[in-house]
T-cell receptor
């Protein structure tokens, strides 16, 4: 089955801890993304990567870090510098398609709660 | 002005009627437009995308794009209770990376029996 997997589904963090969220895709997509969603809000872009070993900051990168060592994997670390990390984190991937559009497909998400 | 704007709703539509969801965008050079459905507590799933002016139909769903008016809409015919969800409009913004898209904050749709 082709798709995007995220783990864990639920994550609890104590204040001051760094945590890493996993995202893996077997769709052979070049681009991968991390979004944050707060209750009743839209998606805000944290980081994205268009190619292995390269990534760009999104709109809310402060307090987060990423790596892209393999095409299939794009882990996100939520550092202690992120002051309000409790949110729903979504990973997506895409490749160029019809009309040049980059349709993004999402994983199931990780719900992070700071205790 | 937000780059992608949607009415937050909730939009209440009787079962069997047509639900009309609207989205406006600020960048006239935007190329590709997407509609996603998101059930509560779940991740967004793609309904359809459109990149040419006019209508695009897929089953009960029709996307409509008017680039001159900077307006994209989603029509859902024969609305079902299972259509109750938040619908996200997303747009590829000119000047950004070709692979980067901007999401609206979503419209909550409720189908009443």
């Amino acid at each position: 089955d082709g798709g995007i997997t995220q783990s864990p589904k639920y994550l609890f963090r104590k204040e001051g801890q760094n945590v890493t969220l996993s995202c893996e895709q077997n769709l052979n997509h070049d681009a991968m993304y991390w979004y944050r969603q707060d209750p009743g809000q839209g998606l805000r872009l944290i980081y994205y990567s268009q190619i292995v070993n390269d990534f760009q900051k999104g709109d809310i990168a402060e307090g987060y870090s990423v790596s892209r060592e393999k095409k299939e994997s794009f882990p996100l670390t939520v550092t202690s510098a992120q002051k309000n990390p409790t949110a729903f984190y979504l990973c997506a991937s895409s490749s160029p398609g019809q009309g040049g559009s980059y349709t993004q497909y999402f994983g199931p998400g990780t719900r992070l709660t700071v205790l | 002005q937000k780059e992608v704007e949607q009415n937050s709703g909730p939009l209440s539509v009787p079962e069997g009627a047509i639900a009309s969801l609207n989205c406006t965008y600020s960048d006239r050079g935007s190329q590709s437009f997407f509609w996603y459905r998101q059930y509560s507590g779940k991740s967004p799933e793609l309904i359809m995308f459109i990149y040419s002016n006019g209508d695009k139909e897929d089953g009960r769903f029709t996307a409509q794009l008017n680039k001159a008016s900077q307006y994209v809409s989603l029509l859902i015919r024969d609305s079902q209770p299972s259509d109750s969800a938040t619908y996200l409009c997303a747009v590829n913004i000119l000047g950004s990376s070709a692979s980067k898209i901007i999401f609206g904050s979503g419209t909550r749709l409720s189908i009443r029996p």
